[in-house]
């Protein structure tokens, strides 16, 4: 395991006494110092949840293209993404091939009753007809994993020497999705083109990524302070939890969003099929995103509403059709 990405264990903070949780809060704090990634136990996401979310996306993805196509969508969208309408790469400013995944996504659908704000940001979901275990298993699922994001934020708050609410007022209504991505093997892909990735360079968007991988060959790699690549550490049972660029500016960078990228299928794996659940929190529309000053922070940023950040990213990211 790369000495960069630890593992922090969330039970005590759950069960501990409050030297328990400072505990928790300062391991969290120095993993989040020293790469922005980290492994979490002790999360609450039970293994048989996962599992049968993960069997039900497979069920879907291995549908005809013809049953799976009335669900197609693009970027941001609600619904199935295929093949070839998505590379993260642009979010860097990088031309490169589309990514080689597609994915089921869903986001938070809970309306706010403002209209122009939830049109935009909280669409309602679409659930495949011929799969119903996909509605009823990605439910419990988000609901899951908004509850961890929620208590990994409250850490957060500690480890920044901070109430652990104080994150609190800007997640009354808060944006997320949850992609299930599925990385087909190159029997499925064909050639892989030049700087083609499964999913392609980039750092997150929102506030905290919760990530349950599959181990792979050609799976997650972690972009290091030392400017290399390197394999992300498998755990099983562990959560993947990395900051995205909102909370990284909120931090003044005492957090890295660092890049990471998943690697293309490989020649000693050409059968290699992946399902990745990745969850992607973010925080209200309208919270305003300000530098967090010395001594926590050492970067000011222009502040910013999250939902201008995130709109300018998501459009940033999706193939335009020939």
């Known amino acids: 395991m790369p000495a960069s990405i630890t593992t922090v264990d969330l039970q005590p903070w759950r ?18 110092q020293h790469s922005g990634f980290v492994l979490v136990s002790g ?3 039970s ?37 070839g309408v998505e590379a993260n790469a642009f979010s860097e400013g990088t031309s490169s091939p589309p990514d080689l995944k597609e994915s ?7 309306r706010t009753g403002e209209a122009s704000v939830d049109d ?21 699922y988000i609901a899951a994993s908004r509850a961890c994001a929620d208590l990994l934020m409250r850490v957060c708050a500690q480890a ?24 087909p093997p190159a029997r499925l892909v064909g050639p892989v ?27 997650l790699q972690v972009f290091t302070a030392d400017e290399e690549w390197v394999d992300a550490p498998f755990e099983p049972g562990a959560l993947t939890v990395n900051v995205g660029d909102l909370l990284s500016r909120w931090t003044g960078d005492r957090w890295r969003s660092s890049r990471h990228r998943v690697l293309p299928p490989q020649p000693s794996a050409l059968d290699e099929d992946l399902i990745s659940l ?39 990211i999706a193939v335009e059709p020939d």
């Open 15 to 32: 069960e501990g006494d409050e030297r328990d949780r400072r505990q928790v809060a300062e391991q969290l704090d120095a993993a989040l």
């Open 43 to 45: 999360h609450g996401l």
């Open 47 to 83: 293994p048989e949840l996962v599992r049968a979310t993960r069997q039900a996306a497979r069920t879907f993805f291995e549908l005809p293209a013809a049953e799976k196509q009335p669900y197609a969508v693009t970027v941001d969208g609600r619904g199935w993404l295929p093949l």
């Open 104 to 110: 089921l996504t869903f986001g938070a659908d809970e």
């Open 120 to 140: 935009r940001w909280f669409q309602p979901n679409v659930w495949p007809a011929q799969v119903p275990e996909v509605e009823q298993t990605v439910r419990q």
């Open 160 to 183: 920044l020497g901070l109430d652990a609410g104080w994150f609190a007022p800007s997640l009354q209504h808060p944006t997320y999705t949850l992609n299930i991505n599925r990385y």
């Open 193 to 219: 083109g030049q700087d083609q990735f499964r999913i392609g360079p980039h750092t997150d968007f929102g506030t905290l990524t919760l990530l349950d991988r599959e181990p792979g060959v050609g799976g």
């Open 278 to 316: 990745v969850f992607f929190y973010e925080c209200d529309t309208d919270a305003l995103v300000e530098s967090m000053p010395p001594p926590i922070g050492h970067t000011h940023y222009t502040p910013v509403y999250a939902a201008d950040y995130l709109d300018e990213k998501y459009r940033a």
